[in-house]
């Protein structure tokens, strides 16, 4: 959620609880409906997989971030296609670094994404304006990063 904290202070802690709930709630409604499953929420952010194709999961970014805003907030949704371990119930991996960093890239309303999930659904529905490469903090090379158009 970007700006979290400023509008957690601006609405107060019990309305800022109740909207954080109604946005957790919209997620996993979203999650659902496109096939993904929720890990774990860090935060105020959720980590999401998906075992169907990637264009389930760029599906359910716009959805997610149209309900954000929806609710009067942006989201920044960051997105990448490759194996994971299995940690328990947990994932990780440098796919799961990966999201991470492009994450922590997009900016507020988008959903950025990697050159794997770009390549991959490449042909299809989906719009994208290039960002260029970019280097993730502890992850070898650089790396193509696109942003999904609403």
């Known amino acids: 959620i970007v700006d979290a904290t400023a509008r957690?202070?601006?609405?107060?802690?019990?309305?800022?609880?109740?909207?954080?709930?109604?946005?957790?709630?919209?997620?996993?409604?979203?999650?659902?409906?496109?096939?993904?499953?929720?890990?774990?929420?860090?935060?105020?952010g959720f980590l999401a997989t998906f075992a169907v194709a990637p264009s389930r999961a760029l599906h359910c970014a716009l959805a997610?971030?149209?309900?954000?805003?929806?609710?009067?907030?942006?989201?920044?949704?960051?997105?990448?296609?490759?194996?994971?371990?299995?940690i328990g119930e947990d994932v990780g991996g440098m796919a799961v670094h990966i999201?991470?960093?492009?994450?922590?890239?997009?900016?507020?309303?988008?959903?950025?994404?990697s050159g794997t999930v770009f390549g991959t659904v490449v042909g299809g529905p989906f719009t994208f304006t290039d960002r260029g490469f970019h280097e993730l903090k502890g992850v070898p090379g650089r790396w193509p990063l696109f942003a999904l158009s609403r």
Do not use: N, Y
């Not at 309900?67 to 990448?80: D, I, K, Q, T, Y």
């Not at 999201?99 to 994404?113: N, Q």
């Open 8 to 44: 957690a202070a601006e609405l107060g802690d019990q309305r800022w609880r109740d909207l954080l709930a109604r946005h957790d709630e919209d997620i996993r409604g979203e999650l659902e409906r496109f096939g993904g499953h929720e890990v774990k929420t860090v935060g105020d």
């Open 64 to 86: 997610i971030t149209r309900a954000a805003r929806e609710l009067g907030m942006e989201v920044r949704v960051g997105m990448h296609t490759g194996e994971c371990e299995l």
């Open 99 to 113: 999201a991470s960093r492009v994450s922590g890239l997009a900016g507020p309303g988008e959903v950025l994404v």
